[in-house]
């Protein structure tokens, strides 16, 4: 019989989809068992617990960062892994959501409603622009191709990979600023590791064109936040959406806050709903009792 502990905000729901599924030689814990082999939930609750969790083996994240598990300090003697696949369709929905707004002007136009003036600037389209993806994963990849369905030209930056059919042009290493160059749009959707904290640094932000338009609803430390909030402010971008900071909640002092042309978004970009994570860790159950590789491994050492 293996033993389950669920550490989440949404524990009864998940205990619920977990019933259901009727997975044999399971059995759910409570919160004081520290007999558990496996392990479901946040990594920021899961972290505090992990040192008297002695017997765990595998532990399966609710999230697609599992940052608070990477620590050097902790414990690495189990099987990580993270939830993948399910939230390119939401981050897709936010992505393109704030790109449709800029280019058809959806701000703009509300604000002359409401002054009661007509208006007939005429709106851009994504049509013909390029967009640059910090990050080409499944969640790189599902940008990707909704940008092909809107004639968009795509360009990633990634530390290694290139395996994604709707990326036009490549990126790596050195080549960040050229990645920058022409970029109408740049999102970050990397993992955040020793290797991409400060990626969108002041000359990352200095290469891009004074109408790129950067969004962010990946991770708050791959952005030097006061180089952005200096070239907004000096209308050297566009404008930027972001949804994560180094941060949370953003402090009512911070310079965001008074930054012209951000819209701030709370960290709801794409939220880890049970009905979609759940089946996840079915899936990856039915492997372990099999004795079979999971799903969606995490490397300790890439740190994702």
Not at 198 to 204: F, Y
Not at 223 to 228: C, F, M, P, T
């Amino acid at each position: 019989m293996h033993r389950l502990l669920i550490l989440s905000k949404h524990a009864a729901a998940y205990r619920a989809l977990i019933d259901a599924a009727r997975l044999p030689d399971l059995e759910i814990a409570g919160a004081s068992d520290d007999r558990v082999e496996i392990v479901f939930g946040e990594p920021s609750l899961i972290r505090p617990e992990l040192p008297r969790l002695t017997a765990v083996r595998w532990v399966q994240s609710t999230w697609a960062g599992v940052e608070p598990l990477l620590d050097a300090s902790l414990r690495r003697d189990y099987t990580l892994t993270n939830a993948r696949g399910v939230f390119g369709p939401l981050m897709t929905e936010y992505v393109f959501g704030y790109m449709l707004a800029h280019e058809r002007r959806m701000f703009e136009k509300l604000a002359s409603q409401q002054s009661g003036r007509w208006d007939p600037s005429p709106p851009g389209t994504l049509r013909g622009k390029t967009i640059g993806l910090i990050g080409v994963g499944t969640i790189g990849a599902a940008l990707a191709k909704t940008a092909k369905h809107f004639g968009m030209h795509v360009k990633g930056y990634t530390r290694a990979s290139a395996t994604c059919a709707d990326v036009d042009a490549y990126f790596h290493g050195d080549d960040r600023l050229a990645f920058a160059v022409d970029l109408d749009y740049l999102v970050s959707i990397a993992p955040d590791t020793s290797r991409t904290r400060r990626l969108v640094d002041a000359a990352l932000l200095a290469a891009l064109p004074a109408r790129a338009v950067f969004v962010n609803p990946g991770r708050g430390a791959i952005v030097d936040e006061q180089a952005l909030a200096a070239a907004l402010q000096a209308n050297r971008l566009a404008g930027a959406v972001l949804d994560v900071f180094e941060q949370e909640p953003l402090p009512p002092d911070h310079v965001f806050w008074r930054t012209p042309n951000v819209v701030i978004t709370s960290h709801t970009a794409a939220l880890s709903v049970p009905s979609d994570i759940a089946p996840l860790f079915v899936e990856n159950y039915r492997r372990f009792a099999a004795g079979q590789p999971l799903r969606f491994l995490v490397n300790f050492e890439d740190e994702y």
